[in-house]
């Protein structure tokens, strides 16, 4: 069940309409751009819950 966590990077990136606008703007990047690079260490965490709940589950 942990494991679904996984999709969340996958949906969230796939949906490309929800992020495919401008502003609000972070640090001069728009919307657009900022979003993608907040999966990047967020897509690492969950990878690494689900790793390490998976490997003391065996």
Avoid: H, K
Wanted: charged share 10%; glycine share 4%.
């Amino acid at each position: 069940m942990i494991r679904l966590l996984l999709l969340l990077p996958f949906i969230g990136l796939m949906i490309v309409p929800f992020y495919n606008i401008r502003e609000p703007y972070l640090f001069g990047f728009p919307f657009f751009y900022w979003y993608q690079l907040a999966w990047v260490p967020l897509t690492s965490l969950l990878t690494y819950i689900v790793y390490r709940s998976v490997r003391r589950a065996d």
